[in-house]
């Protein structure tokens, strides 16, 4: 509690009253008010709540007024002393404490998005999506491969590498395709459907940096799952491990950008960007992040890494709702995605 003088403080100083006339009731008389002598500060008793509260007694020369209040804690007075307020020192710990339960409180309370179409349009834009990855990366770009006499299997490094890249592009823009042409009917979109740029004022950046700590506890859920699962790590080396032990630059600069870029684009697009928003139509934001995680995790046919895919949607799910722009989540999805391509190269 902050101390202020008024201009016209003066110090009070009980003396002794004076002495009672003959037969007339002792009264008490008009205190001796010293004009000279500075402001005393009183210390308030302590209390559970509050320690370190300060104040002056101050009153104003009244001639009206013949009475007057002594503070119930006179006997803590301390003559020509004035006791400084001992200085609050910060709590990091509380203050980690207050800034997850403010991210945690952002998401409980969130407001929902406005969503103009039904469920049977997210199940639509969701399994024509997979069904478009799946069509465009098995079977399209494989047959048009065979019929121009090369296989994937007999490419070198930075063919392998280029087959892939050109291979996730058209994946994703294909799943674009669908989302424009399932949603052309809506349009004009409501308000905060697919931003780019957040909406509202959030230090999404040290939302971002939070997201990265928790990328050891992402490693260990994804051990976890296979000793769970009594899952045997693949033996099976990737192409992506094959350009990495033949440390052949630029398969490695091009399945970087497979994973740190394109990937994360379209993922977040989809599932952060549309699945999790569609479903504040129907339940709580809270809800709808962890069902979107689920989503996010099945649809990487993994059943070994679904527990730390389910986490790493959550928190995706949380940096989004609290700053309504997908540049976040694709940012930690992209570092996450780098984390493991660094690991590999291990």
Excluded at 93 to 108: E, G, Q, R, S
Excluded at 136 to 147: C, K, L
Aim: proline fraction near 7%.
């Amino acid at each position: 509690m902050s101390v202020t003088a008024l201009p016209c403080c003066h110090a009070l100083s009980t003396g002794s009253p004076l002495p009672s006339t003959t037969g007339a009731k002792n009264k008490l008389s008009k205190p001796y008010i010293s004009f000279n002598r500075t402001a005393r500060l009183l210390k308030l008793s302590s209390s559970n709540t509050s320690r370190n509260n300060w104040r002056f007694s101050c009153f104003k020369n009244d001639e009206s007024s013949s009475e007057y209040s002594t503070s119930e804690t006179s006997e803590d007075i301390i003559p020509g002393e004035i006791v400084e307020p001992e200085t609050k020192q910060p709590n990091v710990k509380h203050d980690w404490v207050l800034n997850f339960k403010k991210a945690t409180d952002a998401v409980f309370t969130a407001e929902p998005w406005t969503v103009p179409w039904t469920a049977k349009t997210i199940l639509q834009v969701m399994l024509l999506w997979i069904a478009s990855f799946w069509l465009v990366g098995s079977w399209i770009i494989p047959f048009i491969a065979h019929t121009s006499g090369f296989r994937k299997q007999t490419l070198t490094y930075r063919g392998q590498a280029l087959y892939s890249l050109l291979t996730d592009i058209l994946e994703g823009i294909s799943g674009i395709l669908i989302l424009k042409l399932t949603l052309s009917k809506h349009h004009p979109l409501p308000p905060n459907w697919f931003q780019f740029k957040s909406p509202v004022k959030n230090k999404w950046p040290l939302d971002v940096t939070l997201s990265i700590l928790t990328f050891p506890l992402v490693n260990h859920l994804s051990q976890l799952n296979l000793s769970l699962l009594e899952i045997a790590p693949p033996v099976a080396i990737s192409n992506v491990e094959q350009s990495i032990v033949a440390r052949d630059p630029v398969a490695m600069a091009m399945y970087a950008v497979v994973v740190a870029v394109c990937a994360p684009v379209w993922e977040e697009i989809v599932f952060r960007g549309f699945l999790l928003p569609s479903l504040t139509r129907y339940m709580p934001v809270w809800c709808a992040v962890v069902v979107s995680a689920v989503a996010f995790a099945v649809a990487h046919f993994n059943v070994g890494r679904v527990l730390p895919l389910v986490f790493l949607g959550v928190v995706m799910g949380t940096v989004f709702v609290r700053s309504r722009s997908l540049v976040p989540s694709m940012l930690v999805h992209s570092l996450w995605n780098a984390f493991v391509f660094v690991d590999l190269m291990r």
